[in-house]
């Protein structure tokens, strides 16, 4: 049951994301830009759209030129042909930087997004300038890869699933209660197809560039939520050992949406992450 207070936060919460105003990329890339400076991509999960940055483009474009972009079948951007994978996500978004001119970028990816942009930073060299790696996996374990396909298979028979997420995505505390709204808000815009294409993906994706790390120069961030049992604290130490300049930050109390639960403390990471390397500029 809500409370007077949580109602008001869920309020609150809904105005500061409601929809933002979008462009569109000749090749239909849906993407919303804010400030000026140097390019910051963030790239939202599967089910989501580019309104889950809100609180960080609001943070972050005070010093940067932050772009949120729609992934492919999400909000108001082109779907990817059934059957894509994550290497097809990835070079979707090479496309995208390609569109928007950018030479050299950071980089910030949430779960689904999260992959896309490690598989950049695996194989676009230095026009990846920095990497942040939100509630990302690696290298999920035979049980956990087992669940996850078999969700994935169940999506093209039973539609797509709000409550299951919601339920490992949130906890029961004030902050989470807000941020469930809004994100059961955006799954039931969400497109079927473009959902179930990009589910897949994701699904089958947590090994395609895992071994990439070691070759990854820039600096590195690996964020989770403490209590997030998909994308694990553990998984984030491993990858952040492999990065030559990564470190690992976990979000205390919080599960896998930490970007809603926790914005102040992600976006003083985030900010904390595009400050280093600024000396050797």
Do not use: C
């Amino acid at each position: 049951m809500l409370t007077a207070g949580s109602t008001a936060r869920i309020a609150a919460a809904t105005k500061a994301a409601g929809a933002l105003p979008r462009k569109t990329t000749a090749s239909g890339t849906a993407y919303h830009e804010a400030g000026s400076g140097e390019p910051l991509v963030l790239i939202h999960g599967v089910g989501m759209r580019l309104e889950a940055w809100a609180r960080q483009i609001a943070f972050l474009s005070a010093g940067h030129r932050v772009i949120a972009v729609d992934m492919p079948g999400h909000g108001e951007s082109a779907k990817l042909p059934a059957g894509s994978r994550l290497e097809e996500f990835v070079a979707w978004f090479g496309r995208f930087l390609d569109e928007m001119a950018i030479d050299t970028a950071n980089v910030a990816g949430h779960s689904m997004g999260a992959l896309v942009s490690g598989g950049a930073a695996a194989t676009f060299g230095e026009r990846i300038s920095r990497v942040a790696y939100l509630n990302g996996v690696y290298k999920r374990d035979p049980e956990a890869k087992a669940a996850v396909l078999s969700r994935a298979a169940a999506i093209p028979v039973s539609g797509v699933d709000k409550e299951g997420p919601l339920a490992r995505w949130f906890g029961d505390d004030a902050d989470s209660v807000a941020a469930r709204e809004l994100t059961r808000k955006w799954l039931n815009l969400v497109d079927p197809q473009g959902y179930a294409v990009a589910y897949a993906a994701f699904a089958g994706g947590d090994e395609t560039y895992a071994d990439g790390w070691k070759d990854v120069a820039g600096p590195a961030l690996f964020l989770t939520g403490s209590d997030d049992p998909n994308s694990t604290p553990l998984m984030a130490t491993q990858m952040a050992e492999l990065a030559p300049r990564g470190y690992a930050r976990i979000v205390e109390g919080h599960r896998h949406m930490v970007n809603l639960t926790a914005p102040d403390i992600v976006n003083s990471l985030l900010a904390e992450w595009l400050s280093f390397g600024e000396d050797e500029r």
